[in-house]
């Protein structure tokens, strides 16, 4: 009983790490005050996508989207899986790091899981049921409406993984660029400039900073 996937996965690929429109074309003081003003210029982005800190969390970042689409994907294509199957699923794959041994312990359930749905395929199927396998068939039938229904943990989880990952996603940029200005600030301060402009606002200014912001934010502990 697989399950469209396809608008989740690209609702999640849309959450990526780029920059806030509102950074751009802003004026950064040095907090140094020269007799004449000394102005230069910088690129935000790329100061922030080049640093160390942004390459860091945009990885982690990916994993931990990869990870939660990845589970979807599994219990929307099996979704007979079971609500004690299903949340132990849940724990493990988005646990981070993970030992061998959750590795092994999912890597079983799925096997488990993809079984029940080969058996629930095959009982579909079936014209003449035991008593048995009626039971069974109603059981998987009962899982899938669990899992899938309107109010389902499917929906549940999607809708909890979206949150979880725009406020992870914010979180991490707001932070990454807090700093890389503050690395653009002692920067200028250092070299005794008085006024940054973002190069968005001031493409052709002269006194590139650029370079010199990105070691520093790099040498940021």
Avoid at 45 to 58: D, F, M, T
Avoid at 116 to 123: G, I, T
Avoid at 137 to 153: C, F, H, I, K, P
Avoid at 167 to 192: E, L, N, P
Wanted: proline residues 2%; charged residues 25%; hydrophobic residues 40%.
């Amino acid at each position: 009983m697989p399950r469209n996937n396809t608008h989740l996965k690209a609702r999640f690929d849309q959450l990526g790490w780029v920059l806030a429109a509102a950074i751009a074309g802003v004026m950064l003081s040095s907090g140094f005050q020269g007799a004449t003003d000394k102005t230069g210029v910088v690129d935000l982005g790329v100061v922030v996508n080049k640093s160390n800190q942004w390459q860091a969390s945009s990885k982690q970042f990916d994993a931990m989207k990869t990870s939660r689409q990845s589970l979807l994907d599994f219990v929307a294509s099996n979704p007979v899986v079971s609500l004690e199957q299903a949340q132990q699923l849940h724990d493990l794959s988005i646990k981070d790091p993970q030992t061998d041994a959750d590795k092994a312990t999912i890597t079983k359930i799925e096997a488990d899981v993809t079984a029940a749905c080969k058996s629930y395929e095959d009982l579909s199927k079936k014209k003449d049921l035991t008593a048995d396998e009626k039971a069974q068939v109603a059981e998987y039938s009962r899982r899938a409406g669990v899992m899938l229904g309107q109010d389902g943990t499917f929906s549940r989880w999607k809708g909890d993984f979206q949150v979880e990952l725009e406020d992870w996603s914010q979180k991490h940029r707001d932070d990454c660029v807090a700093k890389a200005k503050d690395a653009i600030g002692q920067t200028a301060k250092g070299q005794g400039y008085t006024l940054i402009f973002d190069k968005a606002s001031a493409p052709y200014g002269a006194n590139d900073l650029t370079d010199a912001a990105l070691q520093a934010m790099n040498a940021q502990k």
